[in-house]
């Protein structure tokens, strides 16, 4: 199977500032690269999906990039509801894997 | 809107089976594969099964092959996971999630919804 590693498991930022959040796979799966955001409380939140593409209702803060085994979510300028954690998810091969996850938390 | 709500969720003993439903209103069920996902307590997402839009085609977990069995009845836009023989590490929240592209694939998606998720504790 394939295993995602996400980095930093947390990330203690101040709103205004900017997040980079990574995930890499153990083998090339092309752009088949989702991104999840997950509220404490609340159901995964689709953002990006195909390594880039934001999802219907996504705000334009939120970009992602890569390729092949190597992804980074960008979240230019952090707002309150920003804060959460957020998983990657691998759609190239069965069985689909998530990352263990990032906890983004205000500094 | 998209509604995904499950039930059927409890407390279980090891060896025991439960039956999960996921009600779907808001989107035309038979046209989208669906998925079971799940949540340990503090721990991350895990994904569990997905069935295609006849349920022709089921894939599963490994650790969960030959206990569990995901089905769906489109007429009734109910989606299902029949799990027998539960185990301590099967406790967890259970989500359900449709994919977002419509149509066959024998490759997984991403999920664009999901329910507020329906929780199992399996202990004694």
């Known amino acids: 199977e394939i295993v995602l590693t996400q980095s930093p498991s947390t990330l203690s930022l101040s709103s205004g500032e900017r997040a980079t959040l990574s995930c890499r796979a153990s083998?090339?799966?092309?752009?088949?690269l989702v991104w999840y955001q997950q509220r404490p409380g609340q159901a995964p939140r689709l953002l990006i999906y195909?390594?880039?593409t934001r999802a219907t209702g996504i705000p334009a803060r939120f970009s992602g990039s890569g390729s092949g085994t190597d992804f980074t979510l960008t979240i230019s300028r952090l707002e309150p509801e920003d804060f959460a954690v957020y998983y990657c998810?691998?759609?190239?091969?069965?069985?689909?894997?998530f990352g263990q996850g990032t906890r983004l938390e205000i500094k | 809107e998209v509604h995904l709500v499950e039930s059927g969720g409890g407390l279980v003993q090891p060896g025991g089976s439960l039956r999960l439903s996921c009600a779907a209103s808001?989107?035309?069920?038979?046209?989208?594969?669906m998925n079971w996902v799940r949540q340990a307590p503090g721990k991350g997402l895990e994904w569990v099964s997905s069935?295609?839009?006849?349920?022709?085609?089921?894939y599963y977990l490994d650790s969960v092959k030959g206990r569990f069995t995901i089905s769906r009845d489109n007429a009734m836009k109910i989606l299902f996971l029949q799990m027998k023989n539960l185990r301590a590490e099967d406790t967890a929240l259970y989500y359900c999630?449709?994919?977002?592209?419509?149509?066959?694939?024998?490759?997984?998606?991403?999920?664009?919804?999901w329910g507020q998720g329906t929780p199992v504790t399996v202990s004694s």
């Open positions: 999630a449709k994919v977002a592209v419509p149509g066959y694939s024998s490759s997984p998606s991403h999920f664009d919804s």
């Open positions: 808001g989107f035309t069920f038979g046209s989208f594969a």
């Open positions: 069935i295609s839009i006849n349920g022709g085609s089921t």
């Open positions: 083998e090339s799966i092309s752009t088949y």
């Open positions: 195909d390594a880039s």
């Open positions: 998810q691998q759609r190239g091969n069965w069985p689909v894997t």
